[in-house]
């Protein structure tokens, strides 16, 4: 995989071929061994109007095929991503460093997404309505918008771009992705999985913020499809929407997680470790702030401590729960949040510091605090390996603190009552709500976020809709003279009706 990474290295895939781009290079680093893994370059403006030139062609030959070709092919994807799924899962954690177990898994999700697309689509394109002139048809076609440019993260690279383009080519489009600069050979070797599809229908070109931007605007891409941080989401968003270009924003979250006495401790202090840790904090849906009852507090925080210590640190091909900070520039902004907090009162209760057990690598201890909800670091999103606990006093006080935030992406809670768990799913301001089952999610239902999380939906049918143009038709069965046309009737005067 080494030597495939390297052959890999400044490339874009185009036109079902792996092109060696003319684009500045950057190398990729592992961020285990911190040894340099390849480089990725910066697409060139030319690059970007050829991969859109070919993308545009090969959506037309795309959605002349049947419905029923086009679901066949999506199966076909989603056959090679899970044979491919330990190589690109080694790419992968050789590039940001999560623990192999869940890059391989990666490959897997993301070909269950390309099978429920692959039905769902076929299953409807547009609805008729009822007649609003007697005899006639009328309805609405679900048409696709073109080519979609999908812009995905670090953290999930193959389930997210998974996710965009799996629906976007069931609504019958193109797609141009554009990874994260630091998986970038993840993609690139992915694309193994797609060579099948017509050339060009599906393509990565590579590099970071500009290559994205020469993308969205481009004047021959039709619809954007967004994964990050909210401020690399507000400039997709303002450059889009220049050319009134459909967006879908996934950005950043700052989930709370709710322990009601009810709960299971145990179990719900083992939920917690994996929701908080879970890919070393770097998930959006990741829990970033506990809000837990007084009167299971000191244990919930020893229980939650103790799973913490317990987590095997190290890098993602070795047997580990978690693996190194994607980056040096990830594992640097991290440190600041923790140093912030403690200088605002927090306490450590185990973790703070980088792991001493390496020569190599940017690996930080999971970190427990106890914190108070006034402070900063319950008002961000961290999208590192911390737990910061408050106590709360009523379930009243933990709703209210979870819906003070400007970030919408999930919440959960941990209770056996029936009052509580309805209450909520009803006031939780968020796009997700789970109970006693963190950060899962189901291919057949709507993913997303409100507030500064994003807008639009990905997964489920409603992941189709931002994909698809409707167009209007009405057809009559023969072309007879329409009684609202003119000369009006003499009935209809002002005078006439109003004497
Ligand atoms: P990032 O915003 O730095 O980068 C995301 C992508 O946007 C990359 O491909 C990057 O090159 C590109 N980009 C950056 N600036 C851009 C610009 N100005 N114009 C066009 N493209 C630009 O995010 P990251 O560090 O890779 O990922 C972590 C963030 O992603 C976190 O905030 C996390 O919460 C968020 N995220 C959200 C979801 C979700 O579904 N809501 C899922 C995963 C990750």
């Not at 967004?226 to 303002?238: D, L, R």
């Not at 925080?301 to 640190?313: F, S």
Request: aromatic share 8%; hydrophobic share 45%; with cysteine.
């Amino acid at each position: 995989m080494q030597q495939r990474m390297r052959e890999l290295s400044g490339h874009n895939y185009i036109a079902n071929e792996w092109q060696l781009s003319t684009g500045a290079m950057t190398d990729l680093i592992d961020p285990a061994t911190e040894e340099i893994v390849g480089q990725f370059a910066n697409a060139t403006k030319s690059e970007v109007d050829l991969a859109v030139a070919y993308a545009n062609a090969a959506q037309k030959q795309w959605w002349a095929m049947s419905a029923l070709d086009r679901a066949t092919a999506l199966h076909q994807v989603a056959d090679r991503m899970i044979e491919l799924s330990v190589e690109t899962g080694e790419c992968l954690t050789r590039e940001m460093g999560k623990p192999f177990r869940e890059s391989n898994w990666e490959g897997g999700a993301a070909a269950s997404s390309f099978r429920y697309y692959a039905e769902i689509a076929r299953h409807e394109q547009g609805r008729v309505a009822g007649p609003a002139i007697a005899g006639q048809l009328h309805m609405v076609i679900k048409e696709p918008v073109g080519t979609v440019v999908s812009i995905v993260p670090y953290n999930f690279p193959l389930l997210l771009a998974g996710w965009q383009v799996a629906a976007a080519l069931a609504a019958g489009n193109a797609v141009i992705i554009k990874p994260s600069e630091i998986t970038s050979l993840t993609l690139l070797y992915s694309m193994q999985a797609f060579d099948h599809l017509p050339s060009g229908l599906v393509q990565v070109l590579t590099g970071g913020a500009q290559t994205g931007q020469d993308l969205v605007g481009h004047e021959s891409t039709h619809a954007i499809a967004f994964t990050g941080s909210v401020k690399a989401a507000q400039a997709v968003a303002a450059t889009a929407a220049l050319r009134f270009k459909p967006a879908l924003i996934e950005a950043s979250g700052n989930d709370a997680f709710i322990v009601m006495p009810s709960a299971d401790i145990d179990t719900a202090a083992r939920g917690a470790a994996f929701a908080a840790f879970l890919n070393c904090g770097q998930v959006c849906t990741s829990a970033e702030r506990f809000y837990v009852h007084e009167d299971v507090y000191e244990e919930f925080v020893l229980k939650l401590a103790q799973h913490a210590q317990n987590l095997r640190v190290g890098s993602g091909l070795e047997l580990v729960d978690i693996g190194p900070m994607s980056s040096k520039r990830e594992l640097e902004r991290f440190e600041k949040i923790v140093t912030r907090a403690i200088e605002q009162g927090a306490q450590i209760v185990c973790g703070g510091n980088r792991s001493t057990n390496f020569d190599t690598g940017w690996f930080y201890e999971p970190t427990v605090l106890k914190v108070s909800h006034d402070m900063e670091v319950m008002h961000g999103e961290c999208f590192g390996p911390l737990a910061p606990i408050c106590k709360v006093s009523s379930f009243e006080q933990a709703i209210a603190f979870t819906n003070d935030s400007q970030l919408g992406l999930g919440a959960n809670i941990y209770t056996t009552d029936l009052e509580e768990t309805f209450r909520a799913v009803n006031e939780i301001e968020t796009g997700i709500v789970w109970v006693n089952t963190p950060l899962n999610d189901n291919d057949a239902i709507p993913f997303g976020g409100r507030k500064f999380t994003g807008a639009g939906r990905e997964l489920g049918a409603e992941g189709l809709e931002i994909f698809r143009n409707s167009k209007m038709v009405m057809i009559a069965p023969t072309a007879l003279a329409d009684p609202e046309w003119f000369p009006y009737p003499d009935d209809d005067t002002y005078l006439a009706v109003n004497p």
